[in-house]
C-alpha cells in the first residue's frame, strides 16, 4: 500500500485502556473536517486558532451520542504544517474502537 502525504490519519493518542480519558487525533488535510462530521461542538468553530471545544461524539453504528471534547490546531501551526484535531473521550476501548471506525469510514486511514 502506497501512503502520501496527502493522507488524513487517524489513531489513538492515548493509551488503549479504560481510564479517564481517551484522545484520538487525525492528522491531514481533511483532520478537522472528518472530526467535525461526527463531532457537534457547544458552539461555532473557529478555524483561526487551536481552540477546545466541547460537545458531543455521534456514535453511528450504535445511533447514540455521548459527551466529549475536541481541539483543533488549525494549519500551519502544527508540527507537521498539516491541520490537526483531537476528540477526547471517556476512556472505554469499545467506545473508541466505534469512534475510530466512523473516522475510518469517513475517509482517514489508520496512521502506521
Same mark, same amino acid.
Given at each position: 500500500?502506497?501512503?502520501?502525504?496527502?493522507?488524513?490519519?487517524? =489513531?489513538?493518542a492515548?493509551? =488503549?485502556?479504560?481510564g479517564r480519558?481517551a484522545?484520538?487525533?487525525?492528522s491531514?488535510p481533511?483532520?478537522?473536517?472528518?472530526?467535525?462530521?461526527?463531532?457537534?461542538?457547544s *458552539?461555532?468553530?473557529? %478555524?483561526s486558532?487551536?481552540r477546545w471545544?466541547?460537545? *458531543?461524539?455521534? %456514535?453511528?453504528?450504535?445511533?447514540?451520542?455521548?459527551?466529549?471534547? %475536541?481541539?483543533?490546531w488549525?494549519?500551519p501551526?502544527?508540527?507537521?504544517?498539516?491541520?490537526?484535531?483531537?476528540?477526547h473521550?471517556?476512556s472505554?476501548?469499545?467506545?473508541v474502537?466505534f469512534?475510530?471506525a466512523? %473516522?475510518?469510514?469517513?475517509g =482517514?486511514?489508520a496512521?502506521?
Amino acid at each position: 500500500m502506497k501512503w502520501t502525504l496527502d493522507d488524513t490519519i487517524v =489513531a489513538w493518542a492515548s493509551a =488503549a485502556a479504560p481510564g479517564r480519558r481517551a484522545v484520538i487525533r487525525l492528522s491531514g488535510p481533511q483532520a478537522i473536517d472528518l472530526a467535525t462530521r461526527i463531532f457537534t461542538a457547544s *458552539e461555532p468553530i473557529d %478555524l483561526s486558532r487551536r481552540r477546545w471545544y466541547h460537545g *458531543e461524539i455521534t %456514535l453511528r453504528a450504535l445511533d447514540r451520542r455521548v459527551e466529549g471534547g %475536541l481541539l483543533v490546531w488549525p494549519p500551519p501551526r502544527t508540527y507537521t504544517g498539516q491541520a490537526m484535531a483531537e476528540l477526547h473521550v471517556v476512556s472505554s476501548p469499545p467506545l473508541v474502537e466505534f469512534i475510530v471506525a466512523d %473516522l475510518l469510514q469517513a475517509g =482517514a486511514r489508520a496512521a502506521r
